[in-house]
Protein backbone atom coordinates (compact mmCIF):
# COMPACT_ATOMS: atom_id res chain seq x y z
CA UNK A 1 0.00 0.00 0.00
CA UNK A 2 0.60 3.70 -0.17
CA UNK A 3 3.22 5.32 3.07
CA UNK A 4 5.29 8.51 3.73
CA UNK A 5 8.08 8.49 5.51
CA UNK A 6 9.58 12.16 6.91
CA UNK A 7 12.73 12.65 9.07
CA UNK A 8 12.36 12.05 13.15
CA UNK A 9 12.25 14.87 14.84
CA UNK A 10 11.66 17.28 16.25
CA UNK A 11 14.16 20.19 14.38
CA UNK A 12 15.09 23.07 16.66
CA UNK A 13 16.34 26.15 14.59
CA UNK A 14 17.23 29.65 14.84
CA UNK A 15 15.58 32.72 13.33
CA UNK A 16 16.85 32.48 9.56
CA UNK A 17 18.49 29.09 9.11
CA UNK A 18 18.21 26.96 6.57
CA UNK A 19 15.36 24.25 6.92
CA UNK A 20 15.14 20.91 5.10
CA UNK A 21 13.02 18.44 6.40
CA UNK A 22 13.05 14.96 3.97
CA UNK A 23 9.83 13.03 2.95
CA UNK A 24 9.85 9.71 1.09
CA UNK A 25 7.56 8.23 -0.27
CA UNK A 26 5.80 4.41 -1.98
CA UNK A 27 2.76 4.31 -3.83
CA UNK A 28 0.35 2.51 -6.20
CA UNK A 29 -0.80 4.75 -9.22
CA UNK A 30 0.44 7.87 -9.91
CA UNK A 31 0.77 9.94 -6.63
CA UNK A 32 0.32 13.98 -6.24
CA UNK A 33 2.21 15.05 -3.49
CA UNK A 34 1.85 17.60 -0.38
CA UNK A 35 3.19 19.31 2.76
CA UNK A 36 0.50 20.60 5.51
CA UNK A 37 1.20 22.38 8.22
CA UNK A 38 -0.54 22.61 11.32
CA UNK A 39 0.06 25.49 14.03
CA UNK A 40 -0.72 25.36 17.10
CA UNK A 41 -4.05 25.17 18.30
CA UNK A 42 -5.17 25.18 14.56
CA UNK A 43 -6.40 22.59 11.86
CA UNK A 44 -4.44 21.04 9.26
CA UNK A 45 -3.90 23.47 6.25
CA UNK A 46 -2.63 22.84 2.72
CA UNK A 47 1.05 24.58 2.34
CA UNK A 48 1.89 23.15 -1.13
CA UNK A 49 1.41 20.65 -3.60
CA UNK A 50 2.94 19.30 -6.71
CA UNK A 51 1.03 16.78 -8.67
CA UNK A 52 3.63 15.71 -11.41
CA UNK A 53 7.51 14.44 -11.36
CA UNK A 54 9.64 17.93 -11.67
CA UNK A 55 6.84 19.77 -10.79
CA UNK A 56 7.78 22.67 -7.83
CA UNK A 57 5.54 23.35 -4.92
CA UNK A 58 5.89 26.76 -3.24
CA UNK A 59 4.42 29.34 -0.94
CA UNK A 60 5.41 31.59 1.82
CA UNK A 61 8.79 30.63 1.42
CA UNK A 62 8.91 27.01 1.44
CA UNK A 63 9.75 24.77 -1.48
CA UNK A 64 9.72 21.27 -2.48
CA UNK A 65 9.85 19.38 -6.12
CA UNK A 66 8.57 16.27 -7.01
CA UNK A 67 11.09 13.71 -7.34
CA UNK A 68 10.42 10.62 -9.07
CA UNK A 69 13.45 8.69 -9.29
CA UNK A 70 14.14 9.42 -5.89
CA UNK A 71 10.20 9.25 -4.93
CA UNK A 72 10.52 11.97 -2.73
CA UNK A 73 9.40 15.71 -2.11
CA UNK A 74 12.03 17.58 0.82
CA UNK A 75 10.81 20.50 1.92
CA UNK A 76 13.07 23.58 1.91
CA UNK A 77 13.00 27.10 3.35
CA UNK A 78 15.84 29.59 3.12
CA UNK A 79 15.42 31.83 6.08
CA UNK A 80 12.62 30.42 8.91
CA UNK A 81 10.99 32.15 10.89
CA UNK A 82 9.33 32.43 14.57
CA UNK A 83 6.07 31.99 13.18
CA UNK A 84 7.42 28.70 10.97
CA UNK A 85 6.81 27.00 14.33
CA UNK A 86 4.73 24.18 13.66
CA UNK A 87 4.05 20.62 12.36
CA UNK A 88 4.69 19.62 9.10
CA UNK A 89 3.50 16.95 7.37
CA UNK A 90 3.70 15.32 3.88
CA UNK A 91 1.29 13.09 2.20
CA UNK A 92 -0.24 11.99 -1.17
CA UNK A 93 -3.10 10.37 -2.51
CA UNK A 94 -3.22 8.53 -6.05
CA UNK A 95 -5.40 7.92 -8.33
CA UNK A 96 -4.48 4.07 -8.49
CA UNK A 97 -6.87 2.16 -10.80
CA UNK A 98 -8.00 4.94 -12.47
CA UNK A 99 -9.87 5.84 -9.74
CA UNK A 100 -10.60 9.66 -8.68
CA UNK A 101 -8.19 10.70 -6.39
CA UNK A 102 -9.48 10.46 -2.99
CA UNK A 103 -7.91 9.75 0.42
CA UNK A 104 -5.02 11.11 1.72
CA UNK A 105 -1.75 8.95 3.21
CA UNK A 106 0.33 10.98 5.77
CA UNK A 107 3.59 11.11 6.87
CA UNK A 108 4.48 10.71 10.88
CA UNK A 109 4.70 15.05 11.39
CA UNK A 110 7.61 16.84 11.99
CA UNK A 111 7.61 19.38 15.07
CA UNK A 112 9.45 22.56 13.67
CA UNK A 113 10.77 24.89 16.68
CA UNK A 114 12.18 27.94 15.51
CA UNK A 115 13.85 30.51 17.97
CA UNK A 116 14.45 34.25 18.01
CA UNK B 1 -15.49 32.44 7.34
CA UNK B 2 -17.74 29.14 6.32
CA UNK B 3 -15.02 26.74 6.64
CA UNK B 4 -15.37 23.23 7.75
CA UNK B 5 -16.80 22.69 11.48
CA UNK B 6 -17.13 19.78 13.69
CA UNK B 7 -18.91 19.73 16.96
CA UNK B 8 -18.24 18.95 19.70
CA UNK B 9 -14.03 19.90 20.01
CA UNK B 10 -13.64 18.31 22.55
CA UNK B 11 -15.21 14.63 24.40
CA UNK B 12 -14.71 12.89 27.72
CA UNK B 13 -16.15 9.67 27.91
CA UNK B 14 -16.01 6.59 30.00
CA UNK B 15 -15.09 3.17 28.77
CA UNK B 16 -18.31 1.20 27.14
CA UNK B 17 -20.38 4.54 26.28
CA UNK B 18 -21.39 5.49 22.90
CA UNK B 19 -20.43 8.82 21.33
CA UNK B 20 -21.03 10.72 18.23
CA UNK B 21 -19.07 13.56 16.60
CA UNK B 22 -20.44 15.60 13.92
CA UNK B 23 -19.12 17.40 10.49
CA UNK B 24 -20.73 20.12 8.57
CA UNK B 25 -18.66 20.24 5.33
CA UNK B 26 -18.15 23.50 3.43
CA UNK B 27 -21.84 24.05 1.65
CA UNK B 28 -20.74 23.41 -1.89
CA UNK B 29 -18.28 20.85 -1.31
CA UNK B 30 -19.28 16.94 -2.54
CA UNK B 31 -17.09 15.02 -0.90
CA UNK B 32 -16.66 14.18 2.81
CA UNK B 33 -13.53 12.64 4.89
CA UNK B 34 -12.79 11.35 8.54
CA UNK B 35 -9.39 10.48 9.52
CA UNK B 36 -8.17 10.06 13.00
CA UNK B 37 -4.83 11.04 14.43
CA UNK B 38 -3.46 9.99 17.82
CA UNK B 39 -0.56 11.59 19.50
CA UNK B 40 2.39 12.10 17.62
CA UNK B 41 1.31 10.84 14.55
CA UNK B 42 -0.26 11.68 11.36
CA UNK B 43 -3.85 11.58 10.25
CA UNK B 44 -4.78 8.15 9.16
CA UNK B 45 -8.06 7.62 6.55
CA UNK B 46 -10.99 6.18 8.11
CA UNK B 47 -13.46 6.65 5.57
CA UNK B 48 -14.86 9.12 3.09
CA UNK B 49 -18.44 10.53 1.03
CA UNK B 50 -19.27 11.20 -2.50
CA UNK B 51 -22.69 12.76 -1.81
CA UNK B 52 -24.55 10.60 0.78
CA UNK B 53 -22.41 7.47 -0.45
CA UNK B 54 -20.20 5.80 1.32
CA UNK B 55 -17.45 5.51 -0.62
CA UNK B 56 -14.62 3.70 0.52
CA UNK B 57 -13.95 2.57 3.97
CA UNK B 58 -10.64 1.75 6.07
CA UNK B 59 -9.96 -1.56 7.73
CA UNK B 60 -9.63 0.75 10.65
CA UNK B 61 -13.02 1.21 10.90
CA UNK B 62 -13.74 -1.80 12.78
CA UNK B 63 -17.30 -2.87 13.49
CA UNK B 64 -17.74 -0.32 16.39
CA UNK B 65 -17.55 2.48 13.79
CA UNK B 66 -20.21 3.96 11.76
CA UNK B 67 -20.56 6.80 9.98
CA UNK B 68 -23.42 8.60 7.94
CA UNK B 69 -23.85 11.44 5.19
CA UNK B 70 -27.74 11.07 4.80
CA UNK B 71 -28.50 13.89 2.47
CA UNK B 72 -25.34 14.64 1.37
CA UNK B 73 -24.33 17.65 3.45
CA UNK B 74 -23.28 16.73 7.29
CA UNK B 75 -21.93 13.87 8.42
CA UNK B 76 -22.14 11.95 11.73
CA UNK B 77 -19.02 9.20 12.62
CA UNK B 78 -20.89 7.13 15.65
CA UNK B 79 -18.44 4.91 18.14
CA UNK B 80 -20.07 2.44 19.69
CA UNK B 81 -19.01 0.71 23.31
CA UNK B 82 -15.93 3.10 23.01
CA UNK B 83 -12.18 2.03 24.11
CA UNK B 84 -9.71 3.72 25.46
CA UNK B 85 -7.27 2.68 22.26
CA UNK B 86 -9.90 5.09 20.40
CA UNK B 87 -8.74 8.20 22.35
CA UNK B 88 -7.81 10.17 19.38
CA UNK B 89 -8.28 13.49 17.53
CA UNK B 90 -10.83 12.78 14.89
CA UNK B 91 -10.44 15.24 11.83
CA UNK B 92 -13.15 16.02 8.86
CA UNK B 93 -11.96 17.53 5.90
CA UNK B 94 -14.28 18.24 2.60
CA UNK B 95 -13.75 18.80 -0.98
CA UNK B 96 -15.48 19.69 -4.35
CA UNK B 97 -14.28 16.87 -6.42
CA UNK B 98 -14.84 16.99 -10.12
CA UNK B 99 -13.82 14.18 -12.50
CA UNK B 100 -10.61 12.58 -11.77
CA UNK B 101 -8.26 15.33 -10.77
CA UNK B 102 -7.50 16.27 -7.17
CA UNK B 103 -9.10 18.68 -5.12
CA UNK B 104 -7.76 20.44 -2.34
CA UNK B 105 -9.33 18.90 0.92
CA UNK B 106 -10.19 21.75 3.95
CA UNK B 107 -9.51 20.33 7.04
CA UNK B 108 -11.86 21.11 10.30
CA UNK B 109 -10.77 21.62 13.76
CA UNK B 110 -11.07 17.96 14.60
CA UNK B 111 -13.18 16.99 18.04
CA UNK B 112 -10.52 15.61 20.64
CA UNK B 113 -12.35 11.96 22.32
CA UNK B 114 -10.05 11.04 25.66
CA UNK B 115 -11.80 7.71 26.87
CA UNK B 116 -11.13 7.19 30.80
Known amino acids: GDSVTQMEGPVTLSEEAFLTINCTYTATGYPSLFWYVQYPGEGLQLLLK?????DKGSNKGFEATYRKETTSFHLEKGSVQVSDSAVYFCALTTNAGGTSYGKLTFGQGTILTVHP | DTGVSQDPRHKITKRGQNVTFRCDPI?????LYWYRQTLGQGPEFLTYFQNEAQLEKSRLLSDRFSAERPKGSFSTLEIQRTEQGDSAMYLC??????????????FGPGTRLTVL
Open chain 2, 27 to 31: SEHNR
Open chain 1, 50 to 54: ATKAD
Open chain 2, 93 to 106: ASSLALGISYNEQF
